[in-house]
């Protein structure tokens, strides 16, 4: 399905924009709710189990009343399903962080204390954004992000402040995931637009208390804050790494082989 | 002063609304079994278009709440069978729902079922009282994890009789 097709002429600027905008957050809170769910069976405890998997629960939870409202404002038929599961990958709009592989299990927390502090910062500050739904969605997100970031963040301060391996594993994941993070506080027109429309904010403001927040955590857990990288990766306007791909032929493979199908 | 609720109830005439809340009363949690809908406080409203068709606000307790359809389904089916076939629900996200909008016999029945209520007093910090020792245990208890066997709930260990009980987190 190309995107030419479903996009209908009639949408006018600031409408396509939003739903660009809107998109983007739900790509990314389905996007690393898919790549969290893959843990289930086979984290290194029952009790990670449980807590991995009720993280991407919420995530996909989100994702479903970001992507509902984004079918809504596109107006073209499409409702949260098939925004979901009948895209190709160019049109999935998420920050290329969320869709890196897991890797071990102190790499996943990484990605997740990277995400959630990032998450947190814009979900709270959308209390104060000029779309009603999303200050609505994010009201509700935002209470359970809080437990998200206090799971992630406590692992990673022990797994960090813990052994001399468990304490290398995850600062060579920070090394190997910190290039990702320009993408988040990188703005395109989009982001210019929603930040003069008082949708969301300006992302060097946003970026300055991220940046605060995880230096805390860093701190704490005893890890090095590694050097900005100047090459950006533009996961949000469907630029995406080697890994979406496979991701999606796993999470689509159902509605892909029959569609329609319902349970 | 005698009310119009009160005349109603001396009368033992049901309005349309206390019977449609009466109908959503024993729609039980699909997780929770002892508690109704209504005890969990997610039932926002019943606003009416006619007489026969109510409209009903549910709100989700977390946004990614598997039983959130499983609900709905259960309230049009118990709604239906009840004569308000035509009955129409909403979803209603704000204000978000809270724990404490569970009501005091809801935490009473958490209770009584093995599931320590939220502490609501200390929003997320606080350590729970175990539902077994009665409160005597007090701070007594350890997290073993921060996520239970569903969203809502973290699992922990109470210090003095050694059993482990879910926490209804504070939310
Ligand atoms: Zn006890």
Redesign the interface.
């Known amino acids: 399905m190309s995107r030419a097709s479903v996009v209908p002429v009639s949408v006018d600027f600031a409408q396509t924009e939003r739903f660009r905008y809107v998109l983007r957050l739900a790509d990314t809170s389905l996007i690393l709710?898919q790549r969290l769910s893959e843990w289930v069976g086979h984290a290194p405890a029952l009790?990670e189990d449980?807590?991995v998997?009720?993280?991407?629960?919420?995530?996909?939870?989100?994702a479903?009343?970001l992507l509902s409202y984004a079918g809504e404002i596109e107006a073209a038929g499409r409702d949260e399903d098939q925004l979901a599961y009948l895209r190709d990958q160019n049109d999935f709009c998420n920050l290329a962080l969320v869709e890196q592989p897991n890797g071990d299990f102190g790499c996943t927390i990484v990605r997740q204390v990277l995400i959630d502090v990032w998450q947190l910062e814009l979900l709270s500050w959308f209390d104060a954004s000029t779309d009603q739904r999303l200050?609505?969605?994010a009201?509700?997100?935002v209470?359970?992000t809080?437990?998200h970031l206090?799971?992630s963040s406590?692992w990673l301060v022990r797994l960090g402040d813990g052994t001399e391996e468990s304490h290398t594993r995850v600062q060579t994941s920070l090394n190997d995931l910190w290039k990702f993070t320009t993408e988040l506080f990188t703005p395109d027109e989009i982001d210019r637009l929603a930040e003069n429309a008082g949708v969301a904010p300006n992302l060097n403001v946003l970026r300055g208390s991220w940046l605060h927040r995880i230096d805390e955590i860093l701190n704490e857990a005893t890890l090095t804050r590694p050097d900005d990288v100047p090459y950006v990766w533009f996961g949000k306007r469907g630029e995406h790494t080697e890994y979406l791909g496979h991701l999606l032929s796993d999470m689509q493979y159902l509605q892909r082989a029959y569609p329609g199908v319902t349970w | 002063m005698v009310t119009m609720v009160d005349r109603v109830r001396l009368l033992d005439v049901e309005t349309r609304d206390q019977r449609v809340w009466r109908i959503l009363s024993a729609v039980a949690d699909p997780e929770i079994p002892v508690l109704s809908i209504v005890d969990l406080g997610i039932v926002r409203h019943v606003r009416w278009s006619t007489d026969d068709e109510p409209e009903i606000g549910l709100t989700p307790t977390y946004s990614g709440c598997p039983a959130t359809d499983f609900i709905r389904d259960s309230v049009r089916h118990a709604l239906s069978v009840n004569g308000y076939p035509k009955a129409h629900l909403v979803e209603v996200l704000s204000p978000p729902w809270s724990s404490t909008w569970i009501s005091e016999a809801g935490r009473v029945k958490l209770k009584d079922y093995g599931i320590a209520p939220p502490n609501c007093t200390t929003e997320a910090v606080g350590n729970p009282v175990c539902p077994r020792c009665e409160g005597s245990a007090n701070e007594a208890v350890e997290l073993i994890s921060e996520f239970g066997s569903t969203p809502c709930k973290a699992l922990y260990r109470c210090c003095v009789c050694l059993e482990p009980f879910d926490y209804f987190k504070p939310f």
């Open positions: 709710g009790e449980l807590g998997a009720n993280i991407s629960l919420d995530l996909i939870g989100q479903r009343m200050r609505e969605i009201a509700k997100a209470k359970e809080r437990y206090r799971y406590g």
